[in-house]
């Protein structure tokens, strides 16, 4: 079982950055997988960027390639997402996810574990 708390979301100009933070409980952080999706009000929940176990692979939706950076501290039991350049387009609620294999990082399953989402704001 792991546990998951995301912060850092927060209200930000356009062409600004914030870095969000999830931190997981479980002594087995490693072994997962982990993402960041995203919920924009009305739309479908959808990948943002997805990082190996080891942190040695990641991926990233065409819309935050070249802006976003996911990043993770095993050590510390926490996944990060950098962003920058940020957009209007951007706005959404933000989740971490983890999942037990980084084949499927970029689709949900009913397998998945999920925090609670934090809302990020980017005003025009």
Do not use: H
Request: with cysteine; aromatic share 12%.
């Amino acid at each position: 079982q792991v546990q998951l708390v995301e912060s850092g979301g927060g209200l930000v100009q356009a062409g600004g950055s914030l870095r969000l933070s999830c931190a997981a409980s479980g002594r087995t952080f490693s072994t997962y997988a982990l993402a960041w999706f995203r919920q924009a009000p009305g739309k479908d929940r959808e990948f943002v960027a997805g990082i190996s176990f080891s942190g040695a692979a990641t991926s990233y939706a065409d819309s935050v390639q070249g802006r976003f950076t996911i990043s993770r501290d095993n050590a510390k039991n926490t996944v990060y997402l950098q962003m920058s350049s940020l957009k209007p387009q951007d706005t959404a609620v933000y989740f971490c996810n983890a999942d037990s294999r980084y084949a499927t990082i970029a689709t949900m399953s009913q397998n998945d574990y999920w925090g609670q989402g934090t809302q990020v704001t980017v005003s025009s």
